[in-house]
C-alpha cells in the first residue's frame, strides 16, 4: 500500500513552483539566483466588472447599437472616456463610469473590468530559477532542510527563526513576544488564545511555527497578515519529536514559512524550508512511499496522534482493530515503548 510522506528532512533538495493566480509578467529568467523577498512575476486584475447596456440606454436594437460603439476590446479607459455616441438632432452618449478595460464588446452591450489590483509574487526562498511559465511565474530549486506541518493559513514570508520552544509541549503566550523579537519568524509551541496571535501581528513577526492550536482559533490565524504553520493538528497536541529535534538545532538560521494549504492531490503541504550551503546536490525527496517494516512513521489519529514510531511488524492481509473493524494495520513501536496496531490510513512515513 502507498503511504503519503511527511518531509522531516535535515538536507534535501527541495523544488518549488511559484505562480500567479492570473496571468501576468514573469521578471526573472532561467538560471537566475534569485532571494525570498525578490518580486519574481507581478500581474494586475479587475475585483468588479461593469456591464454597460448601450441598446437599452438608447432605446435600440443590438445591432444597431453596436454600430453606436466607440470602443473595442482590450482598450483601456479612463473615468469619463466614450463609450458609444448616438447620432441625430438629440445626440446622446454613454461613458465608462469609472476607469477599466473593455473585455467585451457586442450584442448591443459593453462589458468592462474596474478596480485593478495589482499582484506582486516573491520567490518566498532563495535558489536557482530552473523553469519560466511564461506569464504565470517560475519553478525554483534550492537545497536545505525541510519539516512539513499539517495546517497553513495561506500566506508565505521568511525570516531569522528565534526558537521560544523549550519543550515540545510548551505553550506560546502573548507575556513571552516582546519587541526584541520584532521581524523574527516564531518556532513556539501550543497556542489556546487570541491574544497571542494578535501580540503576534502588533510586533510585528514575520510567522509562527507552532506545534498545535486550538480550532476555535482557526478563522482568527486566517485573518492573520503573516504566515502560520501548525505541525500536528488542533487541541493541545505537543510537537512530534523529529520537527521539535530538526526545528530547535537550526535555531538562529533564515527560513522560508510557505503557510500553504494542505493538498491530498497535489501533495503539497505548510512546510518551513531552512536553506543550506551544500558542496554537492542532495536527493530529492519522494512524496510516496510503500509501507515496508522499519520505517519510521507518524500517526495521524487519536489516541496518538502526532506520536513517532517504528513500524515494527506489517501482516499481510485484514487485521482485527480494537473496535472490532477489520482493515489493514500495522503494529507501530512508539518512542514510549509502547507497542499499537493503527490501521495504514492513519499514518504516515517521515523521512
Known sequence: ML????????????????????????????????????????ASFAREHVLLDVARTFGISPVAADKLVRVK??????????????????????????????????????????????????????????????ERGVVIRTAGALIQGVWGNGRIDN???????????????????????????????????????KAAAELPVRGLILSSLLSP????????????????????????????????????????????HFDRYSGNRPEVIIPLPVSTEPPE??????????QTVRLRRPPSAGMIGTLSNLPAGLSTLPSGLRAPAAEVKLENGEIVLVPLVNMEVVG
Not at 511527511?6 to 523544488?15: C, E, F, G, Q
Open 159 to 197: 525570516g531569522l527563526m528565534v526558537s521560544l520552544l523549550e519543550k515540545p509541549d510548551d505553550v506560546l503566550n502573548a507575556n513571552r513576544l516582546d519587541v526584541s523579537l520584532r521581524g523574527s519568524v516564531i518556532l513556539g509551541g501550543h497556542v489556546r488564545d487570541l491574544e497571542t496571535l
Open 3 to 42: 503511504a503519503p510522506v511527511l518531509h522531516i528532512l535535515p538536507l534535501a533538495t527541495i523544488i518549488r513552483e511559484r505562480v500567479l493566480p492570473v496571468s501576468g509578467k514573469v521578471n526573472v529568467h532561467l538560471n537566475q539566483r534569485v532571494n525570498p523577498t525578490d518580486v519574481i512575476a507581478e
Open 217 to 260: 482559533l482557526i478563522v482568527s490565524a486566517y485573518q492573520m497578515r503573516y504566515p502560520i504553520i501548525v505541525m500536528d493538528g488542533f487541541g493541545a497536541m505537543p510537537m512530534n519529536s523529529a520537527a521539535f529535534k530538526l526545528l530547535t538545532t537550526n535555531n538562529k538560521r533564515e527560513v522560508t514559512v510557505n503557510a500553504e
Open 73 to 134: 476590446e482590450g482598450d483601456r479607459l479612463p473615468q469619463g472616456a466614450l463609450v458609444a455616441e448616438g447620432g441625430g438632432l438629440f445626440a446622446r452618449s454613454l461613458k465608462a463610469p469609472r476607469a477599466g478595460r473593455v473585455m467585451i464588446v457586442g450584442g448591443g452591450q459593453v462589458l468592462m473590468e474596474v478596480g485593478d489590483t495589482r499582484i506582486e509574487l516573491r520567490a518566498g526562498l532563495p535558489g536557482v530559477v530552473t523553469q519560466v511559465l511564461p
Open 285 to 294: 525527496p519522494n512524496n510516496f512511499e510503500t509501507f515496508a517494516v522499519g
